[in-house]
T-cell receptor
Framework: GNSVTQMEGPVTLSEEAFLTINCTYT??????LFWYVQYPGEGLQLLLK?????DKGSNKGFEATYRKETTSFHLEKGSVQVSDSAVYFC??????????FGTGTSLTVIP | NAGVTQTPKFRVLKTGQSMTLLCAQD?????MYWYRQDPGMGLRLIHY???????AKGEVPDGYNVSRLKKQNFLLGLESAAPSQTSVYFC??????????????FGPGTRLLVL
């Protein structure tokens, strides 16, 4: 089957700290992988994506690399800002065009 | 472009009442989806539609019905609301192009409380 597992939160970091949010997946076939971000009171927005093994998605200083050998798609950012405080969702899109989302990881960045 | 809009933003229902949530998109997308978001559960797919006049069940369809009479609208109905349906409901849409690279665009959500 298809599923996504991401690290439990909440995560609290100081501004300019390094961020890693782990995500691993189980899938049949060759899925695309996504990170979505949800700011307070809003819907989900696409942050970045990768469509095949070894691809790196990047946006707004965030990066994630599609690792087929470890079935992972960990999100990283070198220096977080207060404005990065949000809930982050890892997701996969399978060959049937259905999304499977992780449970979300809440990030709070303090000045 | 308004993107994906949802009506209403917030609603309180009593057990047994019915209601319809409306989702509208102006991006000419073929695919539309309804999700519910619960604490610690992430997003779970309720129903989806691959085009006008078609609907299909997702992961948690029980207690809900949907209709896609127009390409731009996707309605989610609760015939007899239950407290277990208290949740935040998100609508999303995507353009059925390159299947492996599709991005979903989300509405702002509808918060539903069933007493």
């Amino acid at each position: 089957g298809n599923s996504v597992t991401q690290m439990e939160g909440p995560v609290t970091l100081s501004e300019e700290a390094f961020l890693t949010i782990n995500c691993t997946y189980t899938a049949t076939g060759y899925p695309s992988l996504f990170w979505y971000v949800q700011y307070p009171g809003e819907g989900l927005q696409l942050l970045l994506k990768a469509t095949k093994a070894d691809d790196k998605g990047s946006n707004k200083g965030f990066e994630a690399t599609y690792r087929k050998e470890t079935t992972s798609f960990h999100l990283e950012k070198g220096s977080v800002q207060v404005s990065d405080s949000a809930v982050y969702f890892c997701a996969l899109l399978n060959t049937g065009n259905q999304f499977y989302f992780g449970t979300g990881t809440s990030l709070t960045v303090i000045p | 472009n308004a993107g994906v809009t949802q009506t209403p933003k917030f609603r309180v229902l009593k057990t047994g009442q019915s209601m319809t949530l409306l989702c509208a998109q102006d991006m000419n997308h073929e695919y539309m989806y309804w999700y519910r978001q619960d604490p610690g559960m992430g997003l779970r797919l309720i129903h989806y539609s691959v085009g006008e006049g078609t609907t299909a069940k997702g992961e948690v369809p029980d207690g809900y019905n949907v209709s896609r009479l127009k390409k731009q609208n996707f309605l989610l109905g609760l015939e007899s609301a239950a407290p277990s349906q208290t949740s935040v409901y998100f609508c999303a849409s995507s353009y059925w192009g390159q299947v492996y690279q599709e991005t979903q665009y989300f509405g702002p959500g509808t918060r539903l409380l069933v007493l």
